[in-house]
């Protein structure tokens, strides 16, 4: 019987790609590389870590919270300084043409995909020429973690120089995917190394099978998963660029899921009956940094009277054309310990005006400085600060535009000293809003990414215990009590929160939008 | 012609030599650090940049980065990506026979359409074909190619449902070289349909891409026929009671050839140009995307080594070119 169904499939894939166990999925870009923990987009990850890999602790489909993966529980010592992974037994890495495992997922597949991020002297961190491993370092990994010790085959400790409680989502993380050691190993045997980040192998829902470079990858199901197969036989990405040819592909049928639609598409992609568009908000910010080292923006009302000046709803509509929300908070509402109760400084000119007369600032002149790039946080920096001019015009304030080459503004922006506020925004990496909150506004980063400056003392001490404290429910009062402080200190206007449309084949079912940015096929089905 | 090659092949050393150079400053002439923009908005601390900086070998003197370029080239390395981790040559091989691919049916449609079309406005001088067919050939010439691109995909794609949008092959193929041409590795398959499938995908992209070589050869064709039918030996001809297809078809033709085939080469410049466009909006995996992508990511090595490929591409065809009049024209050969 088996044989039957592994045959009608067979013929079913040879007529048509988009049949019933096909998925295919229009992707925007090529891969980089295939090994995660080399790169940071998500373009990468989409053709690695999300589809082909699992890690210790995984983020539930489509959400960020965490849940167990490769380990099936783990303890977390009283210091908070110790966490002991107990790992799953019988997890098979993949086989296909170009690997047969001999054993099945250890202790030392873990201990090798850390080691030979963290350590130079490992024989594997070079297995790829030029490799470097840019996520592992910029969560602070090298700083944070002391040793990782095998306890026993089924049994990894790692050890950390501070009590860190992000610690665990940072684990969910691509970078932190597990691979074969045994694969490794066998590759460098063989005078190959670099294969390690061409043909990749894990124990994820997916198994590689090739790649025409920016062309056509191709994946199959992997039958031994440790948890119940995908629904999905193959998995196929077309590489197509073009955002309105992706739309053109999506309408022949000649794909099932599409990313990044041109905004201007959105209304013909929902009057098409054969097209779900699926919207979430994203897990970014995009804001306008104060410099609350110079005066006036040193003043909290000050801030907060510039708010009230700008029209965020007519900047949202405008610039967003509804791959947009508007943001009050500096974590995005996916996130947990989003505060709902905080209340956003309304648009209110006139109330503006008196609030900055009663400051005693009068002729005030200001730069805003608006990014070269395109950003879901922000699809049109230069056409914001014209509209944030011109509001601020009407109560009285001068407002300069001034903008940079990429790579210097970020870094121009981070000057203690800086003129003028800056349009930025961030994209979360571990769904942990430590990773907003202390990244972008804490003490330790003036200076670097916190690019108000600002640094409050009671803001600084609440992110910095609720780091620290392991158990999630005190850690979300923690944060909840520091977006209150936030919204009244206000460092920064809170400009929006991308929203994420994804239109889908109306034949695709369970397809949930990753709030990583992701696109994730493992429980997803087709119907005919 | 030995000697006439000799001394055209020693042109190229110089052109070489220039080119090294421009591909080498172009791209650190763009503001923009490669380690920066790979960091982005998540910054890099000093001591990691330093670090990346001596990983990369930016920290050496410029003078140094770039002999160490030539002399690369000199043992036939053209370095790594520093994005793919990959040897740039075997990158470039990979994509190359489809940029060739899709430019040879290119430049074929428009040759094949263009003269024809040229001789038949040129003998029609000043009626109706000619005026219809110079004004289409303006209106061809001036359209942007991504717009036409996208506009033949709506109609023969979306709304015809003809043609598949883009790719290269069907995904339910799997074709994996030898040649790396998709017409001629379909065929050696012998996968069913596997063939239909490759043309099929050719054609938009195809047609998109001859658009603006065709207009251009069939203007050149018609005012080189138009001059060279006012000659006296096509008089003759005709006064000798010549057959008019016998006298426009092969006495004018073959001299009017010699300018148009120049313009042949040369749209080999301007097709590398046009498939950069056309490459992205038809997904087609070829060398237009790569290159356009690496110098968005500044990934110096990719853009030194590309450029230095590309540009040898062009003198080698240029060089044909020259050839090829030698067979047309004898005077140019033993001039």
């Given at each position: ?12 894939l ?77 997890v ?11 054993r ?24 790829t ?38 610690m ?15 694969y ?41 998963y440790?948890?119940?197969p ?14 309105s ?21 959105l ?52 610039i967003?054309q ?27 000119p ?39 001019q011109?509001?601020l ?6 407002a ?21 506020a ?10 942990d809003?430590?990773n ?47 977006q ?11 400009i929006a ?6 239109p ?24 005919e | ?47 990691r ?9 930016f ?66 001088r ?68 596997a ?64 300018p ?16 950069i ?49 030698g067979f ?8």
């Amino acid at each position: 019987m088996k044989k039957i169904i592994a045959l009608s499939l067979g013929a079913m894939l040879m007529g048509s790609a988009a049949s019933a166990a096909n998925l295919v999925y229009c992707s925007e870009g090529s891969p980089e590389g295939f090994d995660p923990a080399l790169y940071t987009s998500g373009t990468t990850f989409d053709a690695s870590a999300r589809n082909v890999m699992n890690s210790l602790v995984e983020f539930k489909h489509g959400e960020t919270e965490t849940e167990p993966g490769l380990a099936e529980s783990w303890e977390v010592s009283e210091d908070g300084l110790e966490y002991t992974f107990k790992l799953r037994q019988g997890v098979k890495f993949h086989t296909t043409d170009f690997f047969t495992p001999t054993r099945d997922l250890n202790a030392d597949d873990v201990i090798f995909s850390f080691e030979r991020q963290g350590s130079a002297d490992s024989p594997y961190h070079a297995m790829t020429q030029g490799a470097s491993y840019e996520y592992y370092n910029s969560m602070s990994m090298p700083d944070l973690i002391k040793s990782i010790e095998k306890i026993d085959d089924y049994t990894v400790k790692f050890v950390l120089n501070r009590p860190e409680a992000p610690m665990i989502a940072n684990l969910a993380m691509p970078f932190a995917s597990i691979g074969s050691k045994e694969y490794a190993d066998q590759l460098i045997e063989a005078g190959t190394p670099e294969l390690f980040n061409q043909q990749p192998i894990g124990t994820g829902p997916f198994k590689f099978v090739g790649y025409q470079k920016d062309a056509v990858i191709r994946f199959a199901r992997n039958d031994d998963y440790w948890q119940e197969p995908a629904a999905i036989e193959n998995l196929i990405f077309a590489i197509t660029p073009d955002a309105s040819v992706r739309f053109q592909k999506l309408k022949a049928g000649e794909c099932h899921v599409m990313p990044y639609p041109n905004p201007a598409d959105l209304e013909a992609m929902k009057s098409d009956p054969n097209i779900n568009v699926v919207s979430r908000e994203g897990l970014n910010v995009g804001y306008l940094a104060y410099n609350t080292k110079v005066a006036p923006f040193d003043k909290p009302e000050v801030r907060k009277a510039l708010n009230q000046a700008i029209d965020k709803q007519a900047i949202v509509d405008g610039i967003f054309q509804g791959a947009g929300a508007p943001a009050k908070n500096p974590i995005p509402p996916t996130m947990w310990s989003y505060n709902d109760a905080t209340v956003d400084d309304a648009y209110d000119p006139e109330a503006a005006k008196a609030a900055l007369e009663a400051a005693g600032v009068t002729d005030l002149s200001m730069k805003i400085w608006a990014m070269p790039v395109q950003r879901p946080y922000n699809p049109n920096a230069r056409r914001m600060a014209e509209m944030m001019q011109a509001d601020l015009e009407k109560v009285g304030v001068k407002a300069e535009i001034v903008s940079y080459e990429w790579g210097e503004y970020l870094e121009r922006s981070k000057a203690e000293d800086r003129d003028g506020a800056v349009l930025l925004g961030w994209t979360g990496d571990n769904g942990d809003p430590d990773n907003f909150l202390a990244v972008l506004l804490g003490c330790d980063a003036v200076g670097d990414a916190n690019r108000a400056q600002w640094c409050n003392e009671e803001f600084d001490g609440i992110i910095k215990q609720a780091k620290e404290e392991s158990d999630q429910a005190e850690r979300t009062k923690l944060y909840e009590q520091a977006q209150i402080i936030f919204k009244e200190q206000a460092p920064w206007l809170t400009i929006a929160h991308s929203v994420v449309n994804e239109p889908i084949s109306t034949k695709v079912q369970g397809y949930k939008i990753d709030p990583f940015g992701g696109h994730v096929f493992y429980g997803v089905s087709l119907t005919e | 012609m030995l000697s006439f090659l000799a001394r055209r092949l020693l042109t190229f050393v110089p052109t070489f030599v220039g080119v090294t150079l421009i591909a080498f400053a172009f791209i650190r002439l763009l503001p923009g650090d490669p380690i920066l923009l790979m960091a982005g908005e998540r910054g890099v601390s000093a001591e990691r940049y330093e670090q990346l900086r001596q990983q990369f070998g930016f920290d050496q003197p410029i003078w140094q980065q770039y002999l160490d370029y030539v002399a690369g080239i000199f043992q036939g390395d053209l370095g790594t990506s520093f994005v793919t981790k990959r040897p740039v040559l075997d990158e470039f091989m990979a994509l190359f026979p489809a940029t060739v691919e899709l430019g040879l049916c290119a430049i074929i449609l428009a040759t094949l359409i263009g003269i024809p079309a040229g001789v038949i406005a040129a003998v029609n001088r000043g009626k109706f074909f000619d005026q219809a067919l110079m004004s289409t050939a303006l209106v061809g010439y001036s359209m942007p190619i991504f717009w036409w691109a996208l506009l033949l995909i709506i109609v023969f794609s979306g709304w015809l449902g003809w043609t598949p949008v883009s790719g290269r092959m069907g995904l339910v193929y799997f074709i994996n070289g030898p040649t790396g041409f998709m017409l001629i590795d379909s065929l050696l398959s012998g996968q069913s349909g596997a063939f239909r499938s490759a043309v099929a995908h050719l054609i938009l992209p195809t047609v998109a891409l001859a658009t603006i070589p065709l207009a251009v050869i069939a203007r050149q064709t018609r005012s080189a026929m138009l001059e060279v039918l006012g000659e006296d030996y096509v008089r003759t001809a005709r006064a000798k009671g010549m057959s008019p297809v016998r006298v426009n078809g092969v006495h004018a033709l073959r001299n009017a050839l010699i300018p148009v085939v120049t313009v042949i080469g040369l749209s080999v410049g301007t097709l590398l140009a046009g498939a950069i466009l056309t490459e992205t909006i038809f997904s087609w995996p070829g060398i237009g995307k790569w290159m356009v992508d690496s110098i968005f990511r500044r990934d110096y090595q990719v853009v030194q080594g590309g450029l230095l490929l590309i540009a040898l591409v062009v003198m080698i065809v240029n060089l044909l070119v020259d050839v090829l009049y030698g067979f047309i024209n004898p005077k140019i050969r033993k001039g």
